[in-house]
Every structure is written in structure tokens, then in C-alpha cells.
């Protein structure tokens, strides 16, 4: 079979951001070291020889760039300083971007001001589709005496359904591409209840920095990076199914002992927790993984931080019985913010949410139990 070599992806993929890659030797040491590496999968060396060669019809069917948890372990081993974790991160957003078919992702991971804007104006578009859900209020009428209802009400249905669009492609085409080659040797529920073995505890990413010599050795699983990650996932998941029940049961300006809110609160903290230490880390660099952090690494930790203290603001407020315009504008906020980070799921950092646990599945599927 023949191999089709692009050799301007170097170039590419150094905007994406891996910017040291070419300093490689083919050691094996990032191999060696990476607890994720298993026999039959040379991991993450493999990806450095696509890289090289430009293979990316390979890089987008590799489910192995949605096994690696950036522990960092392989780049701060690596004699080169090739940082192949930072590789890997690399061709995630190469691969978000080919799985997005209007080409906004591509613009917004290579260009930091682009990124910016694009959510800022997502933002602005959404803020203003939610007032077409309160026409009464004293901001709404404001806003449509400036721009017309009809206007404003098209437009956020238009973005929402190519955001959709977006989503449903992007799916279709990891599940086509992730799905391709080996047979499936396990069935349906043994591969999802691995999946969600591991999206509930992440038993695997616990197995990275074990090493003696690991930044991490020795100290409480409440700063390592994997529980971060564990809370940031939970604390997401708790804080959207308390939203789905509030809206379906009852008013959510009420009883803030109802247990959908108690199920938010929780969800809150760990959020809260878990995006504060994610952005402690990458301000104090503890480790090498740390030490470039992208516009998208940001955006992502702000959003969710700033969804939790929204969110808590407005818990307050309503424990407090405070009634006031302030509050209906942290309100818009808070709800923007959330919505932004789903809408972005296929455009963003975001979509490995969708992305890792497709991946995971075909790979338990092809794995000999």
C-alpha cells in the first residue's frame, strides 16, 4: 500500500503548537517511561514518526492521541527536549480541526487574537438570543429598540444549528475513521462499560507519575493531576444534570434546599476546586507539562471558573433573597458562559469530551480482553 508523505504538515503542526518535535532522535525514551504504553503499541514514539513524515490520513484514525492524559512524564525524560507530550496535545488539535468542517477551529487554534474574538462574539450572540426568551425585561426592550427581535432571534438559530451540523459531522467522522481496522473482539457492553469504567475514575491516568523520581510521588491524590481532572469532569456533569432537572421540575429561582441544588452546590465546589488548581499549576509550573500553556488551555479553565463563581454568586443571592438587576446580569452570564462551552464542544480544548471516550471505546473494542 502506498504511503502518501506530506512534507508541509511539519510546518503546520508547529503552528498547532508543537514546536520542538524535529529535535527527536528516535531514543524511545518517551516509549519507555509512558505507563500508558502497552506491548503491541509503541506510544507516544509512533506519533513522532507521522509527524515527521506528514502521515495525516494515520493521524486522524489514531485512537492512541485520545489515550494520553498529558502527564508529562515522556517529555520531562526526553534528552532532546522534543517534548512529545506537547506533540501529542499537538495533533489533538490537528484532529479537532479536521473533524470540524467550517474551518473556525483551524483559525482559532493557530491564532491566539482569532480565538479571542470568536468567543467573544459567540458570546454576544448568545447573550442577546437569551433575551429573546425574557422580551419583558427592561434590558431586553433596551436591546431590541437597537437591533430587531426577528434579528436577533434568526441569527442565534442559525449558529445553532451549524454548531449542531458541526457536531453531528464531527462524530460521524471520528466514529468512521476510530472504528477502521482491527475487528472488534469484545461486544458492545463490555467496550462501554470499560469506557465508563474509566471516564468515571480515571483508572488509567492514575497509573501516570507512579515513578519514584514523579513531582507527584508521595503526596495526597488531592493535588494530582489526575483527581483534578476527575473533579473538573464530575463537577461538570453534577452542575448539567442539576440544570436539566431544575428546568424539568421546577422553577430554579427557588428552594435552595431542593436537591437538584444540593447536587449543584456539590458539583460547584468541585469545579470550583478543580479549575483553581489546573490554573495554580500552569501560573507556578510544578512540572515541565505545565510550562506552555495555549490561549485554548486558558479560555477553557476561565470559562469553567468563572461558571462556578457565577454560579455561586447567584446561590447566594437567592438564599439571601436578593432581587436585583445586578443579579439578572450575572444570571445572563452565568447561562452564557455555560452554553458557550457546550456550543464550543467541536471547536475547542473542549472536544475531547466527545472525542476521548469514541476513541476509547474502538480501543477496548480491538483489545484482546
Known amino acids: 500500500m502506498t504511503t502518501t508523505i506530506d512534507t508541509k504538515f511539519i510546518k503546520e503542526l508547529q503552528e498547532y503548537g508543537s514546536k520542538n518535535f524535529l529535535s527527536c532522535f528516535d531514543c524511545g525514551t518517551c516509549t519507555a517511561v509512558c505507563n500508558l504504553t502497552e506491548k503491541d503499541n509503541s506510544f507516544p514514539r509512533y506519533f513522532v514518526r ?3 513524515t506528514g502521515q495525516t490520513s ?21 534528552p532532546r527536549d522534543a517534548d512529545p507530550a506537547e506533540l501529542i496535545a499537538a495533533l489533538r488539535r490537528y484532529t479537532i480541526a479536521r473533524y470540524e468542517p467550517t474551518g473556525i477551529t483551524r483559525l482559532m487554534f493557530k491564532n491566539n487574537l482569532i480565538y479571542v474574538l470568536i468567543t467573544l462574539i459567540l458570546a454576544f450572540v448568545l447573550a442577546l438570543f437569551m433575551m429573546t426568551f425574557q422580551p419583558e425585561t427592561e434590558v431586553s426592550r433596551w436591546i431590541f429598540n437597537i437591533i430587531s427581535y426577528e434579528t436577533i432571534h434568526y441569527t442565534g438559530i442559525a449558529v445553532f444549528v451549524i454548531i449542531i451540523l458541526s457536531m453531528i459531522y464531527g462524530t460521524v467522522m471520528s466514529i468512521r475513521n476510530y472504528s477502521a481496522g482491527e475487528k472488534n473482539k469484545n461486544s458492545f457492553w463490555k467496550n462501554l462499560s470499560e469506557v465508563l469504567k474509566e471516564i468515571a475514575i480515571f483508572k488509567r491516568y492514575q497509573n501516570c507519575d507512579t515513578y519514584d523520581d514523579s513531582p507527584w510521588h508521595g503526596k495526597s491524590f488531592l493535588v494530582k493531576p489526575w483527581f483534578i481532572h476527575f473533579t473538573i469532569f464530575w463537577g461538570f456533569v453534577g452542575l448539567f444534570g442539576a440544570t436539566v432537572l431544575d428546568y424539568l421540575f421546577k422553577n430554579p429561582a427557588t428552594d435552595v434546599w431542593w436537591p437538584t441544588r444540593i447536587l449543584g452546590t456539590i458539583a460547584g465546589l468541585l469545579l470550583m476546586y478543580g479549575s483553581t488548581l489546573a490554573m495554580y499549576y500552569r501560573l507556578t509550573k510544578p512540572t515541565k507539562i505545565y510550562e ?12 469553567i471558573w468563572l461558571t462556578g463563581i457565577t454560579g455561586f454568586w447567584l446561590e447566594v443571592a437567592v ?10 446580569y450575572m444570571l445572563l452570564i452565568h447561562t452564557v458562559l455555560a452554553m458557550e462551552m457546550c456550543l464550543l464542544l467541536v471547536f475547542s480544548k473542549f472536544a475531547h469530551a466527545l472525542y476521548r471516550p469514541i476513541a476509547l471505546y474502538f480501543y477496548f473494542a480491538t483489545k484482546k480482553q
Do not use: P
Open 50 to 52: 507521522l509527524a515527521k
Open 58 to 78: 494515520e493521524i486522524v484514525k489514531a485512537r492512541q492521541i485520545w489515550q494520553c492524559y498529558a502527564c508529562g512524564d515522556c517529555s520531562q525524560s526526553c
Open 292 to 303: 506552555k500553556s495555549k490561549m485554548a488551555d486558558w479560555i477553557f479553565l476561565i470559562f
Open 319 to 328: 438564599m439571601a433573597g436578593i432581587h436585583t438587576l445586578f443579579n439578572q
